[in-house]
């Protein structure tokens, strides 16, 4: 089967990051300065991505199928526009209750029509051989995609403040952040019109796709054994990824950076994205891509156990970066593996939106509680202890996804 070409897969990156920059890039690079003017306490943010998550869930199952029976350019083409629509309402600083609908409302714009169709073209970009590069480059693609927009919201959210940031008053702020997400609006449905015109497969779309869909494939599919250790593994996974939303707050409440500096470490931590997505691409189709998501957990569980212990404060400037880059790689690493061994795994390729869907089903259910959770940490234990029984969390769940790793890659090493 040949490969789709390069420009097949910039594309796909573009798409892959450009989805989420509205409900999850930048509330995560911004977050203090989001906190602040939509007036909303952590928990509130969490309750937000919860409904985001519960309508998610449904769509992952859903939209599974749908990326076994149709293309993937129309319905990511599709994805991308509905959520820049969205940002328009993002845009009014809606109330609570409004911006929770939107929220759902990215809950499927972001998954039914967008996240199977995304996990099945990059498989068939990797073709036979190249799986660990097709799944580090979208990621690392990815990264670079979310580190750019952050760079670009920090230029674009401080050129509008031009008195210090820490005098300016809450609607000069919001006046700046206002600018960064209509940039953004902007570029996403550009993004859009380039996947729907140029992200075109020489592939026969009959070898990727099914007529139908009926529960003897779902069946089929949930007899591996890998589909089960991957729901746990992306689980675990997922949940440290999400985790790293409050490494700007944890630069702002607990080493006393202003809200720019803050946002600047988010930026870093989304640079350290690309830089391991492009380095596990390149190495680990080499090695064993099993085994290398093993160590991705385990460097979760060292960068946990570095913040939960208490020993980083605002003069331990060192220590803290060598943590963030210590969690960045174990989380960056572990996103862009665990769906690059569905080939090991024996999931068959024509397959994969169901597979996809069901693993998802589970893998990211996150996105429901993950928020709520370090969000009540967060407000009942504010400084430096609310940030530790966060991390206590991180290192927890990276243990149990270690195990199931270790299995997985016991159990197929011999193919």
Known sequence: ??????????????????????????????????????QLDNVQLGLCFSIYGLVAVHSYLLGGP?????????????????????????????????????YGYWGFTTIF??????????????????QGKAFGFLDGGRGLTGFLFGLLGVFIFSLFLRDNVAMASLLERQE????????SVIIILIIGVLVWVFMKSNVNEKEILVERIS??????????????????????????????????????????YDQVESAQVGTFLQFLRPATGILVGLLVDRFKITFWLFLSLVLCIIAGVLFATGIIVPNTTFLFFASVVTIGMGVYAARALYFGVMKEGN?????????????????????????????????????????????????????????????????????
Not at 86 to 98: K, R, V
Not at 119 to 128: E, F, L, S
Not at 370 to 395: E, N, S
């Open 1 to 38: 089967m040949k490969k789709p070409s390069w420009i097949y897969l910039i594309l796909l990156i573009l798409a892959g990051e450009a989805v989420f920059i509205l409900p999850f890039v930048l509330p995560r690079i911004f977050r203090p300065t989001v906190l602040e003017v939509f």
């Open 66 to 102: 749908l990326a076994d029976k149709f293309p993937p350019r129309k319905l990511i083409a599709i994805a991308l526009w509905m959520t820049a629509l969205g940002g328009l309402l993002f845009a009014s600083y809606p109330s609570l209750g409004m911006l929770q609908v939107l």
């Open 113 to 130: 029509l967008f996240w199977a169709p995304m996990i099945k073209a990059t498989r068939v970009w990797g073709g036979d051989t190249s």
């Open 176 to 183: 700046a952040f206002t600018y960064v997400l209509y940039t």
């Open 215 to 256: 529960f003897n494939e779902i069946k089929q599919v949930l007899k591996l054994p890998s589909i089960w250790l991957l729901m746990v593994i992306i689980l675990c996974a997922y949940v440290g990824y999400k985790i790293t939303d409050i490494i700007s707050q944890f630069a702002n409440e607990v080493m006393l």
């Open 347 to 415: 999931i068959p390729l024509a397959l994969t939106g169901t597979a996809v869907g069901l693993i998802s089903l589970v893998g990211y259910t996150p996105d429901i509680f993950a928020g709520p959770a370090y969000g009540y940490f967060l407000d009942k234990y504010p400084g430096v202890q609310g940030h530790q029984y966060v991390f206590w969390m991180l290192t927890g769940f990276s243990s149990v996804g270690a195990i199931a790793a270790f299995i997985y890659y016991r159990m197929y090493q011999k193919k």
